[in-house]
């Protein structure tokens, strides 16, 4: 693995965790894209350090349509299907046509988990008509999940109070998720009042996070999740780096240390939490 891992410029391998867990969403299409990493390497670095599966994210059709494939063909991975709220904005009178597409991916069986990534993002789509166009699609993608009993992960920056506007006008899912989550602990509250759990990043290692520390103050450990978000938002000390679900330890040490916890208890919690907030129970990665 540290071969595969140096010829293609990535970080070494961390000190392996002392009990599995799951990586709660990552884009291995995007990371292959990325870093050159495969599939199989992705998924075999992830095992060589107690990453024992993940969730895969659609953000369009196409990736979405990839997610299922690899959820129904690999032990460990389960996934989720959406299009991303940019990708919403950008699909004017073709929108519903593709949320379509959505939703009979979203009945192909029980590795399709989630709805997810929808919701809302202002940061980088302004226009007030794309903004109406991911309403509508988030709306909708709600209303997919509760027709499939699947859970919600949702993507929000910079839109808190109208993504809880939206889920409380729709009606808040049996299992939500707060992909990524970026707010403060007031928002953290408010998300934990209507049952979600907050997915934590690399992020929240970072110096300049203490705002998202204070969110994770405040969360119960029966309502953590952790993510990687990989390629993205890779953890201190790698920070800089493409990431991988390999190096969901180094956010989950960081998360211990901060609550005072145990690493090895924080992990067994951490499977029990997304067991419970994607649906069932995980089949172990080969």
């Not at 939703?103 to 069986?109: C, E, F, N, V």
Request: aromatic letters at 6%.
């Amino acid at each position: 693995m540290s071969t595969v891992l140096e010829d293609l410029g990535l970080p070494s391998l961390p000190e392996p965790l002392p009990r599995p867990v799951i990586d709660s969403h990552t884009h291995a299409d995007t990371t292959l894209e990325y870093s050159g990493l495969s599939l199989a390497d992705n998924l075999a670095t992830a095992r060589a350090v107690g990453v024992q599966g993940f969730v895969q994210i659609g953000c369009d059709v196409q990736g979405s349509r990839w997610a299922e494939q690899v959820a129904r063909t690999n032990p460990g991975v389960v996934a989720a299907v959406a299009l991303h709220p940019n990708e919403a904005g950008r699909l004017g009178d073709q929108l519903d046509a593709h949320i379509d597409h959505i939703a009979t991916l979203a009945r192909a069986g029980r590795h399709v988990r989630a709805v997810g990534e929808t919701g809302l993002d202002y940061y980088r789509t302004r226009d007030a008509d794309a903004q109406a166009l991911q309403k509508h699609s988030f709306a909708r993608h709600l209303d997919i999940a509760a027709e499939n009993d699947l859970t919600v992960v949702v993507h929000d920056r910079d839109a808190h109070a109208d993504v809880l506007t939206v889920v409380d006008r729709v009606g808040v899912p049996n299992r939500l998720v707060m992909h990524c989550f970026s707010g403060d602990a007031a928002f953290a509250r408010d998300c934990l009042d209507r049952g979600a759990w907050l997915s934590f990043p690399g992020v929240v290692t970072f110096g300049s996070a203490g705002e998202l520390r204070e969110a994770l103050a405040v969360v119960p450990v029966e309502k953590l999740l952790v993510e990687t978000d990989a390629p993205f938002l890779t953890p201190k000390p790698e920070r800089g780096k493409k990431n991988a679900p390999y190096l969901l330890p180094h956010t989950i040490r960081f998360i211990a240390e901060q609550r005072g916890w145990d690493v090895g208890e924080l992990c067994d919690q951490l499977v029990a939490n997304t067991v419970e907030a994607f649906g069932g129970e995980w089949e172990a990665s080969a």
